[in-house]
């Protein structure tokens, strides 16, 4: 279990001193007992700390239920959501597929495609032809019911439900995953019979991957749920731990040790392309928790080696204001060995027997040490395998050191006031009703 997520830093060094990452160490305990402890700004939506081992049998028992029911009877599965009501599901889902499954038609689940992360007219009218082609269901995540993108989705895919399966047969085809007991969606599935599951009170959107909010979809694209959990359980009593080589402590406080030297970006790096979700994921979080008040590391992420022929030249000579997090996969699922060839015309017969493995570790390797030359200060970030239980700990892993590093910079990592800022503005162009004075305002600027 200590070996379920490693932290290297060693190529800090040259960038920190041993008594910069020391007191920025201290610093990280310091507000690690504030997170814990429940004494810092936002301390009513700390429920996520609890849940790996909060998630009841009956709760995960009732998940599989409608993963069994849908199983056989329905294609294609809508998870309608945006943000944390659907970033943590399609990171997990999209880690755990076959990259070809759709493809290869091998699905023994339905698919699971997403909408209302979007206003795309184009995206949305695809997905209906989809929809009128396929026998489908729909999972709708929103605490209100009233977030526009959501909303707007639901409503279509609603009035398509009830003219294709009729009213009846549609309340079975719809799952709600929403407030407990008030809200919009909360009285509509109550209304209409639907099966709900509960957002907790005191968890924030990007912090819900491991409530029904992403376990449910999750489940029902075919994965252990139960593993992931442990794998979340186990990594919460490492990061419960206070202690120097607590894994969430030392990435919490190298980077921030980074970012009052003038890093101020952080770029997410990733050498197996199932994982560029998981930096969406990773993007929202540390974005949305720490983005405020003019202050915050600001999150990028890439895709190596791909991106290396596109970004790699800035990286490598650019500004001189970033760093990197390299997250990195141990071991693959699968093994492939790069065959000799006689004629050797493209000069890769150095290679031949090598697993193409060794070669992305190797790439993984000499882009470290260069971007390092290049002044760039890199952090490793380790995991064994791509597997329910290894996402599990690293979802854990990052929500944890998120909260961590956030205190450490003296911001509320659970609340987001900016992101209501250009909704006032997209209400009052829309003619919202109460909003006219506004619309009046903003019209006279364009």
Same mark, same amino acid.
């Given at each position: 279990?200590?070996?379920?997520?490693?932290?290297?830093?060693?190529?800090?060094?040259?960038?920190?001193?041993?008594?910069?990452?020391?007191?920025?160490?201290?610093?990280?305990?310091?507000?690690?007992?504030?997170?814990?402890?429940?004494?810092?700004?936002?301390?009513? #939506?700390?429920?996520? %700390? $609890?849940?790996?081992?909060?998630?009841?049998?009956?709760?995960?028992?009732?998940?599989?239920?409608?993963?069994?029911?849908?199983?056989?009877? =329905?294609?294609?599965?809508?998870? /309608?959501?945006?943000?944390?009501?659907?970033?943590?599901?399609?990171?997990?889902?999209?880690?755990? *597929?076959?990259?070809? *499954?759709?493809?290869?038609?091998?699905?023994?689940?339905?698919?699971? =495609?997403?909408?209302?992360?979007?206003?795309?007219?184009?995206?949305?009218?695809?997905?209906?032809?989809?929809?009128?082609?396929?026998?489908? +269901? &729909?999972? =709708? /995540?929103?605490?209100?019911?009233?977030?526009? $993108?959501?909303? /707007?989705?639901?409503?279509?895919?609603?009035?398509?439900?009830?003219?294709?399966?009729?009213?009846?047969?549609?309340?079975?085809?719809?799952?709600?995953?929403?407030?407990?007991?008030?809200?919009?969606?909360?009285?509509?599935?109550?209304? !209409?019979?639907?099966?709900?599951?509960?957002?907790?009170?005191?968890?924030?959107?990007?912090?819900?991957?491991?409530?029904? /909010?992403?376990?449910?979809?999750? +489940?029902?694209?075919? #994965?252990?749920?139960?593993?992931?959990?442990?794998?979340?359980?186990?990594? @919460?009593?490492?990061?419960?731990?206070?202690?120097?080589?607590?894994?969430?402590?030392?990435?919490?406080?190298?980077?921030?040790?980074?970012?009052?030297?003038?890093? @101020?970006?952080?770029?997410?790096?990733?050498?197996?392309?199932?994982?560029?979700?998981?930096? !969406?994921?990773?993007?929202?979080?540390?974005?949305?928790?720490?983005?405020?008040?003019?202050?915050?590391?600001?999150?990028?992420?890439?895709?190596?080696?791909?991106?290396?022929?596109?970004?790699?030249?800035?990286?490598?000579?650019?500004?001189?204001?970033?760093? $990197?997090?390299?997250?990195?996969?141990?071991?693959?699922?699968?093994?492939?060995?790069?065959?000799?060839?006689?004629?050797?015309?493209?000069?890769?017969?150095? %290679?031949?027997?090598?697993?193409?493995?060794? &070669?992305?570790?190797?790439?993984?390797?000499?882009?470290?040490?260069?971007?390092?030359?290049?002044?760039?200060?890199?952090?490793?970030? $380790?995991?064994?395998?791509?597997?329910?239980?290894?996402?599990?700990?690293?979802?854990?892993?990052?929500?944890?050191?998120?909260?961590?590093?956030?205190?450490?910079?003296?911001?509320?990592?659970?609340?987001?006031?900016?992101?209501?800022?250009?909704? @006032?503005?997209?209400?009052?162009?829309?003619?919202?009703?109460?909003?006219?004075?506004?619309?009046?305002? %903003?019209?006279?600027?364009?």
């Amino acid at each position: 279990m200590k070996n379920i997520i490693k932290v290297d830093y060693k190529s800090v060094k040259g960038f920190l001193t041993e008594d910069e990452i020391s007191f920025s160490k201290e610093r990280a305990l310091g507000t690690y007992e504030t997170l814990i402890n429940g004494t810092g700004r936002g301390n009513d #939506f700390l429920g996520w %700390l $609890e849940l790996p081992t909060q998630i009841s049998d009956e709760l995960v028992d009732k998940i599989e239920s409608v993963a069994t029911r849908w199983r056989n009877s =329905v294609e294609v599965i809508v998870v /309608v959501g945006i943000g944390g009501s659907y970033l943590g599901a399609k990171a997990a889902i999209d880690a755990l *597929s076959h990259s070809f *499954s759709l493809h290869l038609g091998k699905n023994s689940t339905p698919s699971i =495609v997403f909408a209302g992360q979007n206003l795309s007219e184009d995206y949305m009218s695809e997905l209906m032809e989809l929809l009128k082609e396929r026998s489908s +269901a &729909c999972v =709708v /995540v929103s605490k209100s019911g009233t977030t526009t $993108e959501p909303a /707007v989705a639901f409503r279509i895919i609603k009035q398509h439900f009830e003219e294709k399966y009729g009213k009846h047969d549609s309340s079975e085809r719809i799952v709600a995953v929403t407030d407990q007991a008030r809200g919009a969606l909360k009285g509509l599935a109550t209304q !209409e019979g639907y099966t709900t599951f509960v957002i907790p009170d005191d968890v924030g959107g990007r912090y819900s991957v491991l409530t029904p /909010v992403g376990l449910l979809p999750i +489940a029902l694209a075919g #994965f252990d749920i139960k593993s992931m959990l442990k794998g979340a359980s186990d990594m @919460k009593k490492i990061c419960y731990q206070k202690s120097d080589d607590n894994p969430a402590v030392e990435y919490a406080s190298v980077r921030n040790a980074l970012y009052s030297k003038g890093w @101020k970006i952080e770029i997410l790096v990733n050498y197996n392309p199932k994982l560029q979700y998981f930096a !969406e994921w990773w993007k929202q979080l540390f974005g949305e928790s720490e983005g405020k008040e003019g202050k915050g590391i600001y999150p990028s992420s890439v895709n190596f080696t791909t991106d290396l022929h596109s970004m790699g030249q800035y990286i490598q000579n650019g500004e001189r204001t970033l760093f $990197e997090t390299v997250l990195s996969v141990r071991q693959p699922a699968r093994k492939m060995i790069i065959s000799d060839d006689p004629q050797n015309l493209d000069g890769l017969n150095f %290679l031949s027997g090598k697993r193409l493995d060794e &070669c992305n570790k190797m790439a993984e390797l000499g882009t470290r040490i260069a971007h390092v030359d290049g002044g760039v200060p890199n952090i490793l970030v $380790e995991i064994g395998e791509i597997s329910e239980y290894s996402l599990g700990a690293l979802f854990y892993f990052f929500e944890f050191a998120c909260g961590v590093s956030a205190y450490m910079i003296d911001i509320n990592p659970f609340d987001q006031p900016g992101v209501e800022d250009y909704k @006032k503005n997209m209400f009052a162009l829309l003619g919202k009703p109460g909003y006219e004075e506004l619309a009046e305002e %903003l019209r006279k600027r364009v």
